[in-house]
């Protein structure tokens, strides 16, 4: 069964670029991996999803290596508003089921 | 944009009482979820289901059921309530793509079982 494993913490200063690295064996071979932020009291949203090497958007990028056992959430410059938990979601290779980990609690200080 | 839609935000219910969780979504989507979430052990799949009247065991089923009669409507049972089920009660839906498949989750539902 697959399994993610996450920092459990990490704490950064405003400005600065934050790298979440997840590990993930057993993964589904075609699937997306795909991150999430979670703010209190709300639900999960999606921030950003890769297949392999590096994509990019407007709030962060993703780099995944050739072997896919694991995958760096980027956020550059970060700002007290990304304050939040943070998960990779991949899919299990056997069963199909999506593998949520304990995700990062990242706070960003001033 | 995508809507997920939890009938309640927070719920309390009695030990033995049977608890319905409503969750419904705007966008059409074949597959929905439901997690429940607790400190230091993350969101963890209860159930989901992939098409109207089908569904499949997560990783956590014991002690829940649930029902999707109609697409858009995915409804979370607890059967007989117990205080070990008190959680954040997340649902979410997605479409059937499944190379990139992103969930779209509600607010979610605090319960608590006294």
């Known amino acids: 069964l697959a399994k993610t494993t996450q920092p459990i913490s990490m704490d950064s200063y405003e400005g600065q670029e934050v790298n979440i690295t997840c590990s993930h064996n057993?993964?589904?071979?075609?699937?997306?991996i795909t991150w999430y932020q979670q703010f209190p009291s709300q639900g999960p949203r999606f921030i950003i999803q890769g297949y392999k090497t590096k994509v990019k958007n407007e709030v962060a990028s993703l780099f995944i290596p050739a072997d896919r056992k694991s995958s760096t959430l980027s956020l550059p410059r970060v700002s007290l508003s990304d304050t939040a938990v943070y998960y990779c979601l991949p899919r299990d290779s056997g069963t199909y089921k999506y593998i949520f980990g304990t995700g990062t609690r990242l706070k960003v200080l001033a | 944009d995508v809507k997920v839609t939890q009938s309640s935000r927070y719920l309390v219910k009695r030990t033995g009482e049977k608890v319905f969780l409503e969750c419904v979504q705007d966008m059409d989507h074949e597959n929905m979820f439901w997690y429940r979430q607790d400190p230091g052990l993350g969101l963890r799949l209860i159930y989901f289901?992939?098409?109207?009247?089908?569904?499949e065991k997560g990783d956590i089923p014991e002690g829940y059921s649930v029902s999707r009669e109609k697409k858009e409507r995915f409804s979370l049972i607890l059967e007989s309530a117990s205080t070990n089920q008190t959680s954040m009660y997340l649902c979410?839906?997605?479409?059937?793509?499944?190379?990139?498949?992103?969930?779209?989750f509600g607010a979610g539902t605090r319960l608590s079982v006294l």
């Open positions: 289901s992939y098409d109207v009247k089908m569904k």
């Open positions: 057993n993964i589904a071979t075609n699937d997306y």
């Open positions: 979410a839906s997605s479409t059937p793509t499944s190379r990139k498949n992103i969930q779209y």
